[in-house]
């Protein structure tokens, strides 16, 4: 686990935070997750009613080493929240990341985004710029084209602030 | 091994069994003797931190609540009182316990005098510089230019001109904020430009929102007794939420150790640094994680939190000096580099005992000029306290319960909050609080108050969100500081617990807090606008009116720990 985000990802999710978001190589394309029993527009639903509903009981294993978050510890605004998503995986035709998945447990839909992915990326990674309600874990999980899962996830407090030192 | 005169002296005393008389040992503990340090190796760090614009010399009590989480429990920095002295091997009643703890804090304020002072640091200084030509670098860790009401109404450029006539060489930030971007940079430049301070402005972990272009220079690199120094600055990782984000409504902020790690192999590898050091404003816990997860840093020179850790704390290679507040001390840290690496090294926290140290002539005429305009405002004479005063300490201390009457009474409210700052001076009992006293507690860009109504539950997440601040058990996740202080009620606090579950048993005038009802509350220092008078002013017309302070202990927070009750410690 590294601590913050190094300065390329910054700058790269800079650009992304204008955008709203948006993936961050060709090929792919981002959208809340409508698939699998979509849900009415503000709804809400808790993160295991929303993982449930994606992806049944399939297990989802550690992506510790495979997946890389980067994701600040303290919100600096909690309205707007860079998070980028990178995973060590190879792109090929018959072994590649198929979604890359951004998940606030503790926001009101808490699954924020689905990254849809082709081998012709070339390479697995996804920024966005997020919305966290409250203090709480984010997650990234991977979906790889053979079905298999993979999970990382970090605290991040949204505070009220306010400061001692 | 080099036996020192007091070390001589304590020798003497047991061997001798009465050998030595009360008169001879209190000789012995003569102040001026913490002052003589015998020179080792090539290299002096000197670092000071956090003077918090304490441009005289101070009374600051250190606090006798610091409570550590998990492992930290026990520990240094987290070690108080009594269990300081014994983890230091220092005796009650001496200079040391005086300067180091909070014990017999009165008696021995009496005894030894007022702390700091920038015409005795200069003193000090200087002699030291005289003693170690060519081989020194001084390096203030920051929250310099806030925290007096010149440094106030000067927006920070009496304290700049202060450390520019102490010769402060390297720098880095966080309270500097408070005055804006733009006054930041007026007073310290920035990455291409300079400002009117005439040391190196570092800090390599701000950056703009956008692009996260760097806004300052990240490091520097000083030739010190023929060696290359490399510092790193890091700045308060936390300040776009620990203060209004207008000041800095553009940048972004972070630990980024990644990055640090990034700059010491470049300072190292690129750049022929033979020692590399962090100057760092994030506090000792953040200080202590981050020197186990980089490689490479010798020395972090550390602030922000406070502590006056009296000996440095080893991690793996790194040696981490964390050096108090309030000018109270200097650290000295001489260091043999012998190719590229540090051979051996030698360090002391030495308190700034101003009477042990004659003023710097042109420092006190600084000092003056920059006082005389206000000089009448300043030292009106407000009330007089029969109380000791002092905010330092993990809760509510008797000067934050001055505050909170004064925000209460005026607002007829139930509720009042206050921020937990580590900053502000210590009166003694029979002391006058002045004016000035009172700035030195409130003297902030927004220091507004307000008065609103609050549902009990709002009330209670708040204190949980604080507490989480304070004891989360990962040190990357806390900004610093103390629990909020509260008046008009009372709570009982578990710092163990998760967020969420460590407060409980609220009472607002010793009925349970309701988490529907809603509460008349008020406060100062919002994060957001606020219309209300300045909390100086609210805190001065409650003392004018009150003449006489008197805080007797108030059961205001009872602190419990399941683990503390379970453990064997």
């Known amino acids: 686990m590294t601590g913050d985000r190094p300065i390329s990802r910054r700058r790269m999710l800079g650009t992304l935070g204008v955008l709203g978001v948006a993936g961050a190589t060709g090929a792919l394309t981002l959208s809340v997750p409508r698939r699998a029993g979509a849900q009415p527009f503000g709804l809400q639903e808790t993160v295991q009613d929303g993982l449930k509903r994606l992806f049944g009981g399939r297990p989802i294993k550690d992506g510790a080493g495979v997946i890389k978050l980067d994701v600040p510890l303290i919100a600096e605004n909690g309205s707007v929240v860079p998070v980028s998503v990178e995973v060590s995986s190879p792109m090929t035709a018959n072994n590649f990341v198929k979604h890359i998945y951004i998940v606030a447990d503790q926001n009101r839909i808490p699954i924020i985004a689905r990254a849809t992915l082709t081998p012709e990326a070339g390479q697995a990674s996804v920024g966005a710029t997020v919305r966290l309600g409250e203090t709480g874990d984010v997650r990234a999980i991977v979906e790889q084209s053979d079905g298999g899962l993979l999970q990382v996830k970090r605290e991040v407090k949204v505070t009220v602030g306010g400061c001692g030192g | 091994m080099e036996v020192t005169r007091r070390d001589l002296l304590k020798l003497l005393a047991i061997a001798g069994g009465l050998g030595l008389g009360p008169r001879d040992l209190e000789a012995a503990e003569a102040p001026a003797r913490l002052l003589e340090f015998a020179p080792l190796g090539n290299v002096t760090l000197l670092h000071m931190t956090d003077p918090h614009a304490a441009l005289r010399p101070v009374f600051y009590r250190e606090p006798d609540a610091l409570l550590g989480v998990g492992a930290e429990r026990g520990q240094p920095p987290y070690l108080t009182g009594e269990a300081a002295l014994r983890a230091y091997g220092l005796r009650r009643g001496t200079p040391e316990a005086y300067a180091y703890t909070h014990l017999d804090f009165s008696q021995l304020a009496a005894r030894y005098g007022r702390m700091g002072g920038y015409a005795h640091l200069a003193t000090l200084v200087k002699r030291i510089r005289g003693e170690r030509r060519g081989r020194t670098l001084l390096l203030d860790g920051g929250d310099t230019i806030q925290g007096s009401a010149t440094a106030l109404w000067t927006r920070g450029a009496d304290m700049v001109r202060a450390m520019n006539e102490l010769g402060v060489e390297v720098f880095t930030p966080h309270w500097e904020f408070i005055y804006g971007i733009d006054r930041v940079r007026e007073l310290f430049g920035d990455r291409e430009r300079g400002g009117l301070f005439a040391g190196d402005f570092v800090a390599h972990n701000v950056t703009e929102l956008g692009f996260g ?47 640090v790690q990034g700059l010491v192999n470049e300072l190292r590898d690129g750049r022929k640094a033979e020692v590399v050091v962090l100057l760092s404003h994030n506090g000792i816990a953040v200080d202590l994680k981050l020197a186990a997860r980089v490689s ?93 005063l002092y905010r330092r300490g993990n809760f509510n201390g008797p000067f934050d319960e001055v505050i909170l009457d004064a925000l209460l009474g005026r607002a007829d409210a139930q509720v009042a909050f206050s921020p937990g700052f580590r900053w502000g001076v210590t009166i003694l009992p029979g002391q006058e609080i002045s004016l000035e006293d009172v700035y030195s507690h409130t003297a902030l860009t927004y220091a507004n108050t307000w008065v609103r109504e609050m549902s009990g539950g709002e009330i209670h997440r708040i204190m949980e969100d604080v507490a989480d601040n304070l004891f989360h058990p990962d040190p990357y996740y806390r900004q610093g500081g103390d629990m909020v202080r509260l008046g008009g009620l009372t709570y009982v606090i578990d710092p163990e617990r998760p967020m969420g579950q460590r407060i409980t048993d609220v009472r607002v005038g010793g009925r349970p807090l309701d988490p529907a009802r809603r509460y008349k509350a008020t406060g100062w220092a919002s994060l957001g606008e606020a219309d209300g008078p300045p909390v100086w002013d609210v805190v001065a017309e409650h003392l004018r009116r009150v003449k006489r302070v008197r805080i007797d202990p108030r059961a205001r927070v009872k602190v419990v720990s399941l683990a503390r009750q379970r453990g064997p410690g």
């Open chain 2, 296 to 388: 490479g840093l010798d020395v972090i020179l550390g602030g922000h939190t406070h502590d006056a850790l009296v000996e440095p704390i080893r991690v793996g290679r790194t040696l981490v000096v964390n050096s108090g507040s309030h000018g109270k001390f200097l650290s000295r840290l001489d260091l043999d580099v012998r190719g590229g690496r540090i051979a051996d090294s030698r360090y002391r926290l030495i308190p700034v005992l101003s009477k042990a140290l004659p003023e710097d002539s042109p420092m006190a005429r600084l000092i003056h000029d920059i006082r005389a305009p206000h000089e009448a405002r300043l030292s009106e004479r407000l009330a007089v306290s029969e109380s000791l």
């Open chain 2, 213 to 259: 272009d760097p806004i300052f220079r990240p490091y520097t690199i000083r030739a010190v007794g023929g060696v290359r120094v490399g510092v790193i600055g890091q700045a308060f990782p936390y300040t776009p939420v620990s203060h209004p984000r207008r000041f800095v409504p553009d940048l972004t902020f972070g630990i980024r150790d990644d990055h």
